[in-house]
């Protein structure tokens, strides 16, 4: 009616998205030169004169993108199952895949404010993940698995996450048992307890990183352990006590 109250139906087969490409830019948080299409897309937009919202489904269909956080700019591909409820786009199995390396994501968008979409529990599982090979200047070699999920809007971003890896390479140095649990909100990475073996030895890590300033505390406790690639030292650093 006059008052935009009502409701529409959408319903198509394939629908591309390299036109919306810009608009898509502006929407999504960290997301840039969107391409492909969304295949079996249905929507029912509707407006009862207190509400707008909408219903429906769709499966994303050899997306593209490039997701920009920071330095980084990582090509993505994306595939998988889409609902739509109320203002929200509900990620229910989508596959992600950058340089190779694959996750899954589930969780929702929040579209209510539009000019500021907000993550709902959006998490993001990682099988058997490269990072040297997904983002390629990682000085970090080896599959890693875990999760990390996002809360809030980009502007206002919490990130928390647990990481874990049997082994990794470090400046070509061996360590094992990784476990990293992480917190990323208001410019700060923290992490609480990294835990790791290197050589015959154990460390415990605990690091506060602020994003704009570059600003490092850190607290090393080592038990008779090589803690050169830690600091970035290729030659052999044997520690055993706090740094």
């Known amino acids: 009616n006059s008052k935009t109250e009502g409701a529409l139906t959408f319903k198509t087969e394939s629908f591309a998205v390299d036109s919306f490409s810009a608009l898509l830019t502006h929407f999504v948080p960290y997301a840039e030169n969107v391409q492909g299409s969304v295949e079996k897309l249905k929507l029912l937009w509707s407006n009862n004169g207190q509400e707008v919202g909408l219903s429906g489904s769709g499966r994303l269909h050899t997306l593209t993108g490039t997701v920009v956080y920071d330095d980084y700019r990582v090509p993505v591909g994306l595939d998988g199952k889409l609902k739509f409820d109320k203002m929200s786009i509900v990620a229910e199995s989508v596959d992600i895949e950058a340089n190779g390396q694959k996750a899954l994501a589930k969780g929702n968008i929040d579209f209510t404010e539009m000019t500021n979409p907000s993550f709902v529990d959006f998490a993001v599982e990682l099988r058997d993940f490269d990072l ?93 352990a090589d803690v050169g690639p830690l600091l970035g030292i290729e030659e052999e650093l044997v520690l055993n006590g706090s740094l």
């Open 132 to 224: 040297h090979q997904a983002l390629q200047d990682i000085p970090v070699e080896g599959p890693i698995k875990g999760q990390v999920v996002l809360n809030g809007t980009k502007t206002a971003l919490k990130v928390t996450g647990d990481i874990k890896a049997k082994s990794l390479l470090l400046l070509g140095r061996s360590i094992k048992d990784v476990d990293i649990p992480l917190t990323i909100q208001d410019d700060k990475i923290v992490v609480p307890n990294a835990t790791a073996s290197i050589g015959q030895g154990s460390v415990n890590l605990a690091v506060e990183f602020g994003q704009q300033d570059k600003s490092v505390y850190a607290v090393l406790k080592a038990n008779n």
